[in-house]
């Protein structure tokens, strides 16, 4: 049993990396291709994306707790393939916002159930305690992989902008294959039966115990002003003259930092305390954030916009193990990872149609202005309460 669920691990880095959106560097550019499509659609696209995985994404997690793990991610890989599919054939702004849902639900069910599966792996083997490490290097292989085939997709575009989502589809379906190939963990009687006997309600009650939401909230409100970041990076690269042909050049090379510092997660970890590590987010992406309001250099907000993806992915093996710590004991995992995943989401599906409108009446400038003024003013008093509670416990 051991030898086959040990499989899960070199199992889900393929699914990582199939989980990796080629064409994501070209995107946004390619939204502006379809007619009628400006701007202040693509805000519109995030916002009815981001709003679909708003609502499946608490349901999502405690549909993988009841029902099983495997069976989320499996869920999961059929949602993108249909979120493919949808962008491959779009010639509206209709089928668009169904492919950007269709991906945030497919996202919604693999969010916490992936790391939820993973740490039960782990604990199946006895290595839970190596969760950051383990998953550290499986995500940076996630993220390393796929930079070969995201630096063809300028190549691509030049033959025709449809075939990068072909090759996504075939991509997507060996996924799918990987997914329904997973070994599924045992868990004890007791196991089964406290899931079978709690509510959502309890679940939520849990949480609150456990002083879960709060760092949950931290991250959510983080991750999704991070988020409406990359949502205009292509459309303003190409208001500032870069070729598109670069754009893939561009997302690669900031992968290959978020690979890196994935590969060092354990290590990064070690070295840090979640009060320090949230302090160092605040400081790092606020100074990004003011760079874009202030810097006119076009390369010099290519290197940013880099900078900003390496960090923003990079260290999301790090926070994943400070907040599985906190949540370890509980059964429900998915479903409390779930509402961290929730509300970044809406939180991103709403600032990006604000920045969207922003941009349309003033410039992006003054848009990442706005959203480094929020950013402040938001997750500064909110690491303070944090620090000052985690200190008085």
């Known amino acids: 049993m051991n030898n086959s669920l040990q499989s899960n691990i070199w199992k889900y880095a ?56 495997k069976q989320a991610l499996v869920l999961s890989r059929v949602f993108v393939l249909f979120s493919t599919t949808f962008f491959l054939f779009a010639n509206n702004l209709f089928l668009l ?54 630096m ?52 939520i009650a849990e949480g609150l115990d456990l002083h879960f939401f709060r760092h949950a909230i931290f991250g959510a409100i983080m991750g999704g002003l991070l988020f409406s970041i990359g949502a205009f990076r292509a459309p303003y690269q190409i208001l500032l003259g870069i070729p598109v042909i670069y754009f893939g050049v561009f997302h690669s090379i900031g992968r290959v930092g978020a690979s890196l510092l994935l590969a060092y997660s354990g290590k990064l970890k070690q070295r840090l305390t979640i009060i320090s590590f949230y302090r160092f987010e605040i400081v790092l ?33 790090v926070r994943n193990g400070f907040i599985l710590e906190i949540i370890k004991k509980n ?27 922003i941009i349309e009446n003033t410039s992006y400038q003054t848009a990442y202005l706005y959203l480094a003024i929020v950013f402040l003013a938001i997750l500064i008093p909110l690491y303070l309460y944090i620090a000052k509670s985690t200190q008085t416990k």
Not at 293 to 309: C, R
């Open 97 to 150: 916002i169904l492919g950007s849902a269709f991906l945030a639900i497919s996202h919604a069910f693999l969010s916490g159930t992936g790391s939820a599966f993973m740490h039960e792996t782990l604990s199946g083997l006895g290595r839970d305690d190596e969760y950051t490490k383990i998953m550290g290097k499986v995500s940076s292989v996630g993220y390393a992989v796929p930079i070969i085939l995201i």
């Open 285 to 317: 992406f606020a100074l990004l954030l003011l760079s874009l309001a202030f810097v006119s250099n076009p390369w010099i907000i290519v290197i940013v916009f880099l900078v900003i993806n390496a960090f923003q992915w990079g260290l999301g093996q």
């Open 14 to 69: 393929i699914l990582l990396v199939t989980n990796k959106r080629m064409f994501v560097a070209i995107l946004s550019a390619y939204y502006l291709t379809i007619p009628d499509v400006t701007v202040q659609s693509i805000g519109i696209i995030m916002l009815f994306g981001s709003l679909a995985g708003f609502f499946f994404e608490i349901p999502s997690g405690y549909f993988s707790d009841k029902m099983g793990h």
């Open 152 to 203: 063809l997709v300028p190549f691509l575009v030049n033959i025709s902008f449809k075939l990068p989502f072909v090759i996504g589809l075939i991509i997507d379906a060996v996924g799918l294959v990987v997914a329904l190939s997973f070994v599924v963990p045992k868990v004890s009687q007791k196991q089964i039966e406290e899931i079978n006997t709690k509510n959502f309600r309890q679940v």
């Open 331 to 357: 059964q429900f995992k998915a479903t409390l990872l779930s509402t961290k995943s929730q509300l970044a989401t809406l939180i991103g599906g709403m600032t990006s149609l604000g920045l969207g409108l």
